[in-house]
Nanobody, 116 residues
Framework: VQLVESGGGLVQPGGSLRLSCAASGITFSSYSMSWYRQAPGKVRDLVARINSAGGSTYYANSVKGRFTISRDNAKNTVYLQMNSLKPDDTAVYYC??????????WGQGTQVTVSS
């Protein structure tokens, strides 16, 4: 099983990034997918979640209205579109998948740095 994140990088405040997480080795369409983030010295927090069919989403209050989670089950990929980025969004972003049997997998993370 592999979850591979990409799309992180350095961006100025107010800018945008699109993260991708490509899954292999799982029946992707059976997994609810989430994005978490962890800043230095802080716990890992849930950012956004999307259900297996893509019809239901959840966002942390801190990103609501700025971030959008989506998925393409044909490509086994989940995305996180991040707009109006702030320095507080700086963190390592991880994707995670969980199925109804509670099998859970994590990616290795991708660094997002928001700085001028």
């Amino acid at each position: 099983v592999q979850l591979v994140e990409s799309g992180g990088g350095l961006v100025q405040p107010g800018g945008s990034l699109r993260l991708s997480c490509a899954a292999s080795g799982i029946t992707f369409s059976s997994y609810s997918m989430s994005w978490y983030r962890q800043a230095p010295g802080k716990v890992r927090d849930l950012v956004a979640r999307i259900n297996s069919a893509g019809g239901s989403t959840y966002y942390a209050n801190s990103v609501k209205g700025r971030f959008t989670i989506s998925r393409d089950n044909a490509k086994n990929t989940v995305y996180l579109q991040m707009n109006s980025l702030k320095p507080d969004d700086t963190a390592v972003y991880y994707c995670s998948g969980i199925n109804v049997a509670k099998a859970t997998y994590w990616g290795q993370g991708t660094q997002v740095t928001v700085s001028s």
